[in-house]
């Protein structure tokens, strides 16, 4: 669990959020479903636990371009360009996507995948 929770912490730094077509409406609150990596991968149930003891991990994002990305009591300013498929959170940049609802955040550590919460 603390290697898991050393890798949260390191994608965190790195950037957060995704790319599509400017006809996508993606404005609205994400939560972090699951981090697929080869090591240290950390699953929907691990996740939920964390949530459940208020350790949460969400991303807010706006139709123009912005957004905030929650983790563990920090907040960092998130901007994004869905044409270019980027994202940038403080002067890290890195790619995303956009796929049935979901944003997926890759770097060569894995996939945060970010699900949209249900009103």
Known sequence: MKKALKLICALLLIAALFGCSKKVDVSGEYYLLRIDAESDALSEESL????????????VLKNDGTGTFYAMGEEMKVEYDL????????????????????????????????ERVKE
């Open 48 to 59: 939920q636990t964390l949530r459940d003891y208020g350790i949460e991990f969400k991303l």
């Open 83 to 114: 044409e270019k498929k980027t994202a940038t959170v403080g002067n890290n940049q890195e790619s995303f996507r956009y796929e049935n609802g979901q944003i997926l955040m890759e770097d060569s550590g894995g996939t945060m995948v970010f």
